[in-house]
């Protein structure tokens, strides 16, 4: 061989191995099973531990590879732990060490049985899994982030645990315009200038599970975003704009006095909506000092939203309170701009004087309503009475030239 076939190969082998190397990578899950009780009533189970690995490496299959995979026992034929991922092979249906190919979400399946007279202890180490990848178990009841959490328990039972990989999403949800107001340059659509700080949280989105969203920052008003997903959905991002003034994608001013304007998104552009969220409550809470400053009644503060150019008073209960702040909970059908809201008895009477004017014309219109609705009643009635007549007296006009008919055939007239 040449010196330069030598050195393209080199580089080639050494190319190869690079690709394979960073796309390898393995986790060790130890599972023990204990005695759940020690009071003599009945001999317990003995200590059992198995380790169970799952991965990826570049050159494996989703299948059985006999060359990363690594099979497990048969399944116990008496009351004792079992742990085993399934495999769909002809031969080779269970496996202790599960390998799989590379790609954004991979889903490994852990089968675990917990004998009866037991509980189980299962712990993880993944500190070998990328940094760019969330680990996320599925128990069937609950969503662990296998990264921030390394252990866990399970009763007596059977379970079937589901470990997802998947990348970890940045910022890049692009929020949904406004159908109402002027242009801005930020992603949302909001002006720069105009907001005052930007509040981003990121969860893992599971079926049938209540997602809920905690916010930190002291200066943003909303705490939380419940709801309950109707899909899985992966990592899914929830941003909050605080906004110095009113919101650049609304038209008018909100009805009330104003203590916070913001924009709320939670994911891309038609994530947000019936088909996979349920049951969307946001917790926010509003100073006592601004309470008493504003002369506001506290039965009057509303989240209020934007959409379709008008402003809706969400459904809003007050949840708790403290020296500092009042705590509220409400109810929205979705995201878009908000604003915080309050009024003062004096705004109280006026938007009273205006309810009851609006409720007079109302009833004046319904009464003059009522009375042409009268009017055109008796007109009709008397055209009813006019037709009745015309056709009683056409009946007996025809009756009684009948009845001249055949008495003149009676007499042998001929007509």
Request: glycine fraction near 8%.
């Amino acid at each position: 061989m040449s010196k330069m076939k030598f050195i393209v190969a080199f580089v080639l082998l050494i190319t190869m191995c690079t690709g394979v190397a960073g796309a390898t990578w393995s986790s060790s899950m130890y599972i023990t099973a204990l005695p759940a009780s020690s009071d003599g009533s009945s001999p317990p189970p003995p200590p059992a531990t198995y380790v169970r690995i799952f991965g990826v490496d570049g050159n494996a299959t989703d299948g059985f590879d006999r060359d990363y995979d690594v099979t497990a026992p048969p399944a116990p034929t008496v009351n004792a732990l079992d742990a085993y991922f399934p495999c769909t092979h002809e031969v080779v249906t269970r496996l202790a060490t599960d390998m799989k190919t590379d790609a954004d979400t991979i889903t490994w399946t852990l089968k675990v049985t917990v004998p009866s007279g037991s509980t189980l202890d299962m712990n993880w180490d993944v500190s070998n899994s990328p940094s760019d990848k969330m680990l996320v178990m599925n128990t069937g009841s609950a969503s662990i982030d296998m990264k921030t959490q390394s252990s866990t328990t399970f009763e007596t039972g059977s379970y079937s645990l589901s470990i997802t990989s998947s990348k970890v999403v940045q910022d890049n949800s692009t929020p949904p315009s406004s159908s109402g107001g002027g242009g801005g340059s930020g992603t949302s659509g909001e002006e720069y200038e105009n907001i005052e700080v930007k509040d981003v949280v990121h969860k893992h989105i599971v079926m049938d599970e209540e997602t809920s969203y905690e916010f930190k920052e002291e200066s943003n008003a909303i705490e939380t975003i419940k709801f309950t997903a109707l899909k899985n959905a992966g990592e899914i991002s929830a941003t909050i704009e605080v906004l110095k003034g009113k919101s650049a994608l609304v038209k008018n001013d909100p009805p009330g006095r104003v203590y916070q304007n913001l924009n709320i998104w939670v994911g891309k552009s038609g994530f947000a909506t019936s088909d996979n969220i349920a049951d969307v409550k946001v917790g926010f809470k509003v100073e006592k000092s601004w309470i008493e400053a504003n002369d506001i009644v506290v039965a009057t503060i509303r989240l209020c939203r934007y959409h379709n150019d008008v402003w809706n008073p969400l459904p809003t209960n007050k949840s708790g309170e403290d020296d500092t702040y009042i705590y509220f909970e409400a109810k929205t059908p979705g995201f878009s701009p908000f604003s915080i809201i309050g009024s003062t008895e004096e705004d109280l009477v006026t938007q009273g004087a205006n309810t009851e004017a609006m409720s007079t014309a109302e009833s004046e219109q319904t009464s003059t309503q009522d009375s042409n609705g009268e009017r055109e009643q008796s007109d009709e009635g008397i055209s009813m009475w006019y037709l009745v007549g015309a056709l009683a007296i056409m009946l007996i006009a025809g009756g009684a030239y009948l009845m001249y008919r055949t008495k003149k055939d009676e007499d042998g007239e001929v007509l």
